[in-house]
Nanobody
């Protein structure tokens, strides 16, 4: 079965930057649309960003648009989330996920999920 493993989380001050990575197993990674979601304590998992199978199309939640950038390197089976100008409200566990077909913005349409990586932004 496909495995997704996130890395790059940590503690950062407000205004700082982090780059999350999601490494995927399997030769079919380049056929999946990929997304990033996050979940803070007491809240439901929310959409952050998504990217098409080719990397040609991206979509962002309004809360992160202009600050976060999603990208992928299919040769390395890896998707990235570059996070700049971080705010305390960005604090959450961040998950990467994969699905067949086009970009999705709800967690229910994604089939493959990583274990998550903690991002904490201090004020």
């Amino acid at each position: 079965q496909v495995q997704l493993v996130e890395s790059g989380g940590g503690l950062v001050q407000a205004g700082g930057s982090l780059r999350l990575s999601c490494a995927a197993s399997g030769r079919t990674f380049n056929t999946y649309a990929m997304g990033w979601f996050r979940q803070a304590p007491g809240k439901e998992r929310e959409f952050v960003a998504a990217i098409s199978w080719s990397g040609g199309s991206t979509y962002y939640a309004d809360s992160v648009k202009g600050r976060f950038t999603i990208s992928r390197d299919n040769a390395k089976n890896t998707v990235y989330l570059q996070m700049n100008s971080l705010k305390p409200e960005d604090t959450a566990v961040y998950y990467c996920a994969g699905k067949r077909g086009g970009i999705g913005t709800t967690s229910g349409v994604y089939i493959f999920w990583g274990q998550g990586t903690q991002v904490t932004v201090s004020s």
